[in-house]
Each structure stands twice: as structure tokens, then as C-alpha cells.
């Protein structure tokens, strides 16, 4: 009666089911071929035979995997364990980390039914070791002990695939659905039509017992009981005192009557209108912001690390050079000047920090500059002698130093340069040599 491939074995009959359409699904799936249990050394991510999975497709293997009766030891506890390793997992790559404690505490199983059941999951096939955890403290010294932890992947077996009619591409745990066969593809659909079927009749179940029309509210019991009169007199009277206490009203300050603190006549009210300012403080007009945005324009074609970034940015953070008067050859040039090698992610901020850098330097260089009294304009005017003084002094102390200079020459039988003509030397000499 199975739409799979012939069989070699058949599984056991699944444990008892709580409805007949859980009972019926099972039923189509009984045979399929022989699987041994998986042994501990290929429950490791390197040698399983599973391929991994996500977390919904993975629990919904795991059921199957317990209701077929696979592993003697499985049971409704095996699938509260794998709920909750479930709701831990990763969405994509089915990674989880064990935590034993954590699972106990919200299962309220003992640590060694998690342990066991956790076991039965990993020789199901159904559980691989990513991580096996240990002892070993890797806590920093001084720190609280911490274990290594155990991490799990969530695989699906072969027997699963099989039994599905998967198809699948490579092997172990890299290995992908990539199609179903022809029984598969039956059996998914008898499957989707079943839990449709279902979710109509239990749809039409909740209708007929609300016994009402749609749209229609529900008319609820109201306990109108008899009001005993004679004994209501005896009640005390509602106090005359006032539930909050209210400010009195200012008559001076004309405010009106408002018990709220915070709606006070005294707060003013905040623009939150965002103003644009110069570096002179003025403000920003809009003829400026588009001409800042014309030279952009400009210079985000000839600087290629700016491309990435929008005008608007850009141009607000180029504003110190635009309001300076450079043009967009110059801004350009400035920029290449900075020589990067790398493309900032953030140009426009990088490029605010930069200039901030450097009006940081001028601002230290101006600093420095008064505090040792430099005048520029000083500084680069024509030389002009204070005390005319000073000149002859100055000659005079060359004639002196030549005068010792000629002195110590003769000394030591050395030509004296300061007398001697230079030229008529050359001359001499070049007569001397023959042509």
C-alpha cells in the first residue's frame, strides 16, 4: 500500500496518536527502508550521514521521526526537548546552544531525562555535535568559572528523506533537497490536502458552537439582582472632600484652570524647525545651500571616494570651503591632496573630521604664534637698519676679520686670496698652455 520505493523492513507501528488524522498520516509511512541507529562516533558534524536544517523543518522531522517508533527510547518527552532546542535555534543554520540547566528549568524534566532524550535525538540522527563542551574554565582570572559549552546542529536523516521521497544534492551535512520523486510529490499532496481538510473542519466546528451569526456580538448574562432598598439607608454618604488636589486659580497671572504641571502658561513653546548657520553665525540662505550644491555637483565626478555619498551631505560637509570662496577645481585638489588609498564607507563625515583636524591645527599654530609675539607683517616687509651704527660696525668687524685672515695665511706660507686677482692668475696660466 506504500506510494515509496519497495521496501526491505518495516519500522514498528507508531505509539498511540491522539487523533485519527495523525494516525492516518503515520500510517503511509511505516515502510521504508532499513536504518540502523547512528553510532557515537558519526553523531559528530564530520562524519554524520544527516544534512542539516532549519529549525521548523526540523521538528517536524523529529516527530516523524518518534512516531514511526525508530528508537525504542523515544517518546513525547524526546519531542518537548527538541521544542525547546527549537526556540533556540538559529533560523538559518539550525546552531544551538545546549544549556542542560536552561532546559530543565523550562521542560521541568530532570537533567538525566534531558540527558537521555537528548541522546536518543543524536542516535535518531537528529542532532550532530558541533561543539562538544567541557570542564575546562575559560573564565579570565578573578572571573566566575565558565565551562565550555555544548553546541548542536540540527540535522535531518537519511531515513526521514527517504520516506519523503526527497531528492537530495551532495552529502552529509552540506547535503541539499534539490526535488522530490513522483511518490514524494504524491504524498505531499495527500498530506497538504489532509491538514487542510482538518483546519476546515475544525473551522466549521468553532462556527456551529458559537451558535451565532457573523458580525453579530454575543449577547452575555447580566446579573441584574434586586436591589434591597430598605437596607441601602444604612450606607455611609460619598465623602464631600475633593478626589485630587487642584491647584487654586490665578486670577493675576491669567492662567486658566489646568491641573497638569506640565501645561503650565510659563513653558515656552520649542521650534523644532532645524536652522542652518554659517561659520560667521549668520544664516544660511537658500541661495547659498544651491550654489554649495552646484560646486558638489562639481567635484564628486573628479574625486572618486565621494561618489558613494549623497549631494546634500557632501555639501554640508564641504560648507567651510564653499563659504570660503574655493571653487570646485579647488576643493578637488584639496581633497586628492589628503592622498588616500582606501574609500571611506562615510565620505561626508570623513571629510567634516578632517577639516575639523585642521582648523584644530591652524587654531594651535595661531595660538602658538601669539604667544611668541610673531607680526607678520613684520616679518615680510623690507629689511632696514635701526641704527646706521650698526651698519658700520658690522664692516668694520669684516675689514678686521679679512685683515687676520690675510695674517694667518702668511704664517703658514699660504697664498693670500684677499689681495691676489683671481682673473689675472687665470689668464696667465692659460697662456702658459700651449694650444
Known amino acids: 500500500m506504500s506510494l515509496l520505493a519497495p521496501p526491505r523492513s518495516r519500522i514498528p507501528s507508531p505509539r498511540t496518536t491522539e487523533s485519527p488524522e495523525a494516525a492516518a498520516t503515520v500510517d503511509l509511512l511505516v515502510e521504508m527502508p532499513d536504518e540502523q541507529l547512528v553510532a557515537g562516533a558519526d553523531q559528530d558534524v564530520v562524519r ?65 531525562t534531558v540527558k537521555r532524550h537528548v541522546r536518543v535525538l543524536r542516535e535518531l540522527g537528529a542532532l550532530v555535535w558541533m561543539v562538544r563542551g567541557s570542564k575546562r574554565n575559560l573564565a579570565a582570572p578573578g572571573e ?65 458552537g458559537q451558535g451565532v451569526r457573523r458580525g453579530v456580538r454575543a449577547a452575555w448574562p447580566v446579573d441584574n439582582s434586586a436591589v434591597d432598598k430598605a437596607c441601602s439607608a444604612g450606607g455611609e454618604p460619598h465623602s464631600l472632600g475633593r478626589y485630587h488636589r487642584a ?22 513653546p520649542v521650534s523644532s524647525a532645524k536652522i542652518s548657520l554659517n561659520s560667521d553665525g549668520s544664516r544660511r540662505t537658500a541661495a547659498q545651500t544651491r550654489a554649495g550644491i552646484a560646486v558638489v555637483q562639481q567635484v564628486r565626478p573628479l ?31 584639496e581633497l586628492h591632496s589628503w592622498m588616500l588609498t582606501w574609500n571611506p564607507a562615510r565620505p ?40 646706521p651704527e650698526l651698519a658700520y660696525d658690522v664692516m668694520q668687524g669684516l675689514a678686521v676679520g679679512m685683515a687676520a685672515y690675510s695674517a694667518r695665511q702668511a704664517e703658514q706660507g699660504l697664498d693670500d686670496l684677499t689681495d691676489a686677482d683671481a682673473a689675472a692668475d687665470m689668464a696667465a696660466f692659460l697662456e702658459r698652455v700651449p694650444a
Not at 587654531?363 to 602658538?368: G, I, K, M, T
Open 48 to 112: 554524520t550521514r544527516s544534512r542539516r536544517a532549519e529549525p521548523r523543518a526540523w521538528l517536524r522531522a523529529v516527530v516523524w521521526l518518534v512516531a514511526a517508533g525508530l528508537h525504542p527510547g523515544a517518546g513525547p518527552s524526546t519531542v518537548l526537548v527538541a521544542r525547546d532546542l527549537s526556540f533556540r535555534m538559529d533560523y538559518r543554520r539550525g546552531i544551538v546552544v545546549y544549556g542542560l540547566a536552561g532546559v530543565v528549568e523550562r521542560t521541568g524534566l530532570s537533567p538525566a
Open 144 to 208: 566566575k568559572y565558565m565551562a565550555t559549552a555544548t553546541i548542536y546542529g540540527a540535522v535531518i536523516p537519511p531515513a526521514y528523506d527517504d520516506a519523503m521521497g526527497h531528492r537530495l544534492t551532495g552529502s552529509g551535512y552540506e547535503a541539499r533537497l534539490c526535488g522530490v520523486t513522483p511518490a514524494g510529490r504524491e504524498l505531499a499532496v495527500a498530506s497538504a490536502t489532509a491538514r487542510a481538510d482538518a483546519r476546515q473542519e475544525q473551522r466549521r466546528a468553532s462556527r456551529s
Open 247 to 268: 491647584p487654586a486659580v490665578d486670577v493675576e497671572r491669567g492662567c486658566n484652570y489646568i491641573p497638569r504641571a506640565r501645561a503650565s502658561c510659563r513653558t515656552a
Open 303 to 333: 574625486v572618486n571616494w565621494t561618489q558613494r555619498e549623497g549631494l546634500r551631505p557632501l555639501e554640508v560637509a564641504l560648507r567651510p570651503l564653499t563659504g570660503a570662496g574655493w571653487d570646485a577645481h579647488m576643493i578637488a585638489a
Open 348 to 387: 561626508a563625515a570623513y571629510i567634516r573630521a578632517r577639516l575639523a583636524q585642521q582648523a584644530a591645527a591652524e587654531h594651535v599654530a595661531a595660538a602658538y604664534e601669539a604667544a611668541e609675539g610673531w607680526d607678520e607683517a613684520a616679518a615680510t616687509r623690507a629689511f632696514t637698519v635701526s641704527r
